[in-house]
C-alpha cells in the first residue's frame, strides 16, 4: 500500500513446520494466555472529536497483550466489524507457526464478517516491546491495534528500572481511513498522502474543534495522557509507533532518556534527549524521575519533512508527566529539548549498538531491489519493487502455494525464493523515492549494515563489527542525500534457529 509507507515487504521462505525452542529460563513454567478479541466498530472521541472507530473489545488502543518469554499466545478472534479481516502479530518470529502470521493472501484467507478465528502460537526465543494490528486494508488505522508485551525474566536490565510503562504514539485522522484509501488510490491524488488530523498519545489528545468541519460532534479540551512519576524512581518506557504515515521526535522535558531496547532486542545504553521513531518501530529507554516534584511535558513532534507539504500545521502531540505531590496542571511550562536532530532517518545506528555483540556471518547471496512510487497504467500512483507491484493471489494464498509445491509464476507476487538452508542474503534496497519508507521482514530480524549514497555502495563502509538488528529499519529518502540512497541489510540465520530448524532457510 503506497499510502502507508509501511513496506510489508515479502520474501517467500521455504518455513518448515518445527517444534518450539526449549525454554531457557530458569524455573519459570511457561502458561498459556488467552485473549478473547471482538473486533467491531464503536463510536468514541478520542481527542474530543466523535467518530467511529473499528477496535479491539471496544477499546483505543486494544488491549495489552503481556505474557513472558516462552509463553503461549491465544488469541480467538470473533469478527463482528461487517467486513473481512486479520490479526497480525508485528515482531513475532512465528517459528513452526507460519500460518499464523496474521496476513491476509500470504499467511491465510481473510476471517469473514461473523467468523471466528484463533491464533496460536508460542513465543519461545523472544522478548521486548511489539504490537499486534488488523493486516486488512486499512483497519488498523481506523483502530485495530494494541501493544504485545513479552516480559523476560532474565532481563539484563531489570534492577535498572522501577516500573514499566507502555507509550503508545500514533497519528490519527477523523475521517475512516477507508474512505482515505480509495480516494489516495485514484489518478486524482497524484500519489499524495492524506495527512493526519491530530496525533494521539496513548489514545488520548486534545483538538482544536474550530478546524473541524461544521456539523461535526467535538469538544475542546478532550484531555491529554497523564504519566505518574514517583521522584527518584526509574521507569521503562515502552515506546510503540503506531502510526500509519507519520515519524515522530519523542522526547520529556528536562528529563534524559537511555535507549535499552530497539524492536524486542537489548541495545548497549545510549544516553539521548530526543528519539526518532518510525512507523512500526519499538524503543524502550529508561528515564529517572531525577527533576523537582512538578509537572512537565511529554512531546512527540511530527517530523514534517517526510510530510506533505499540509503537514505544516500540525500540532506537538503531548501527555503530561506528572510527579507524586506536584498540583495538576493540565498546561505544564515548555521546556523542550533543543537538540537538533535530521529529519526522517533513524537514531544513528552507529551509536545504537546491540548489547551482545555477535559475529556477522557472510553472505551467501544478493539480493538487490529497487523501490518506486509512480503512475500504474491506468494513472494510480503505486508503489513497486523492481517494476513490479505487489498483487495478492486472492484465490491461492503464498504459504498454501509453498506447501502444494506450486510455482509462483506470476510477476506481480514479487517473490524471491530462499530454500536452502542457512542462507545468508544481502539485501540491497535502492530508494529513488522522496519519502523515506520503513522496511520490515515479517519472521526475522535483520542487521542494518548501512545506508549509503549512489549506486554502488562501498563495502568498507558498511558496519560488519556490532551493527544493531532489529526488524523495522528506516530507509532514508533520495535528497537526504544527494543521489539515491541505498540501504544494505544483511539478513541471516540466527544460531539459534539453526539449531532448531535445520529446514528453515535464510
Ligand atoms: C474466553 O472466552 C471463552 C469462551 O467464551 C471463555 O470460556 C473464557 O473464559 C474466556 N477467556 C478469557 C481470558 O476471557
Ligand atoms: C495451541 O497449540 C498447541 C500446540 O499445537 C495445542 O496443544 C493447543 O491445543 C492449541 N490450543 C488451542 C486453543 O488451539
Ligand atoms: C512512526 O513512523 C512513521 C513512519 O516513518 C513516522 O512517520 C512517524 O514519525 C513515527 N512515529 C513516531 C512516534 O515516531
Ligand atoms: C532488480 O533490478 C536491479 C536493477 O536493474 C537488478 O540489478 C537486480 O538484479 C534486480 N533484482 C532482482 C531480484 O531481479
Ligand atoms: C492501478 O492501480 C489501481 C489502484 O490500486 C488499480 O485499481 C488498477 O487496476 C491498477 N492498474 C493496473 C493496470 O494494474
Ligand atoms: C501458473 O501456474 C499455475 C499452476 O501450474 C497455472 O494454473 C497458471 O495458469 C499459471 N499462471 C501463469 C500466469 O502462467
Known amino acids: 500500500m503506497t499510502f502507508y509507507r509501511i513496506f510489508f515487504f515479502y520474501i517467500i521462505f521455504w518455513t518448515a513446520v518445527v517444534s518450539p525452542t526449549p525454554i531457557l529460563n530458569r524455573g519459570y513454567k511457561p502458561k498459556t494466555n488467552v485473549f478473547n478479541f471482538t473486533i467491531e466498530k464503536v463510536t468514541l472521541a478520542p481527542d474530543g472529536f466523535t467518530r467511529q472507530l473499528s477496535t479491539v473489545n471496544g477499546q483505543y488502543p486494544g ?93 539484563p536490565y531489570k534492577s535498572e528500572y522501577d516500573e514499566e510503562i507502555i507509550v503508545m504514539l500514533n497519528d490519527y485522522h477523523h475521517t475512516n481511513a477507508q474512505i482515505l484509501l480509495k480516494q489516495f488510490l485514484t489518478p486524482e491524488s497524484q500519489g499524495v498522502e492524506p495527512v493526519p488530523d491530530n496525533g494521539l498519545i496513548n489514545g488520548k489528545s486534545n483538538f482544536d474543534c474550530s478546524k473541524a468541519p461544521p456539523g461535526s460532534k467535538c469538544v475542546d479540551n478532550a484531555g491529554l495522557a497523564k504519566f505518574e512519576f514517583v521522584k527518584d524512581k526509574k521507569y521503562r518506557l515502552r515506546i510503540i509507533n503506531t502510526s500509519a504515515f507519520s515519524a515522530f521526535f519523542f522526547s520529556i522535558d528536562k528529563h534524559e532518556m537511555e535507549v535499552i531496547e530497539a524492536d524486542g532486542l537489548y541495545t548497549k545504553r545510549n544516553k539521548i534527549h530526543r528519539l526518532p521513531i518510525n512507523v512500526a518501530q519499538r524503543y524502550s529507554v529508561i528515564v529517572t524521575a531525577n527533576q523537582p516534584v512538578d509537572n512537565y511535558i511529554m512531546r512527540s513532534e511530527f517530523q514534517k519533512k517526510c510530510m506533505p507539504d499540509a503537514a505544516a500545521s500540525l500540532p506537538i502531540m503531548k501527555a503530561i508527566v506528572h510527579y507524586e505531590g506536584a498540583p495538576d496542571d493540565p498546561e505544564p511550562k515548555d521546556n523542550p529539548w533543543s537538540d537538533s536532530l535530521t529529519e526522517c532517518v533513524d537514531l544513528d545506528h552507529k551509536t545504537l549498538q ?46 498454501d502455494k509453498i506447501f502444494k509445491k506450486s510455482p509462483f509464476n506470476d510477476t506481480s507476487a514479487n517473490a524471491y525464493i530462499f530454500d536452502k538452508p542457512g542462507e545468508v542474503v544481502d539485501i540491497y534496497l535502492i530508494n529513488t523515492d522522496d519519502g523515506e519508507h520503513p522496511f520490515h521482514i515479517h519472521g526475522y530480524q535483520f542487521w542494518v549494515l548501512g545506508t549509503g549514497n549512489g549506486d554502488k555502495v562501498d563495502e568498507n563502509d558498511l558496519n560488519t563489527l556490532n551493527p544493531i538488528k532489529r526488524d523495522t529499519a528506516t530507509i532514508p529518502a533520495t535528497g537526504f542525500f544527494e543521489k539515491e540512497e541505498i540501504m544494505t541489510v544483511l539478513l541471516g540465520v540466527q544460531e539459534s534457529d539453526k539449531k532448531v530448524n535445520k529446514k528453515n532457510s535464510v
Not at 461487517?82 to 490479526?87: L, N, R, V
Not at 526465543?125 to 485495530?144: F, I, K, L, S
Not at 500504474?376 to 493471489?393: E, H, K, W
Request: aromatic content about 10%; hydrophobic content about 35%.
Open 63 to 155: 488491549p495489552a497483550i503481556e505474557v513472558n518469554k516462552g509463553d503461549r499466545i491465544v488469541m480467538n478472534i470473533n469478527n463482528k466489524l461487517g467486513e473481512p479481516t486479520a490479526i497480525h502479530a508485528h515482531g513475532m518470529l512465528q517459528r513452526g507457526t507460519p500460518w499464523f502470521d496474521g496476513v491476509p493472501w500470504m499467511a491465510q484467507c481473510v476471517i469473514p464478517d461473523d467468523y471466528e478465528f484463533t491464533y496460536n502460537f508460542s513465543v519461545s526465543d523472544q522478548v521486548g516491546t511489539h504490537w499486534y494490528h488488523a493486516h486488512e486494508t486499512m483497519q488498523y488505522v481506523d483502530g485495530v491495534f494494541g501493544p504485545l508485551i513479552i516480559h523476560d525474566p532474565d532481563d
Open 354 to 399: 546491540p548489547l551482545k555483540e555477535e559475529k556477522i556471518p557472510e553472505s551467501t547471496k544478493k539480493l538487490e531491489l529497487t523501490i518506486a512510487f509512480h503512475k500504474n497504467t491506468t494513472g494510480v500512483v503505486r508503489a513497486f519493487l523492481n517494476d513490479s507491484s505487489y498483487i495478492p493471489d486472492i484465490n491461492f494464498p503464498t504459504l
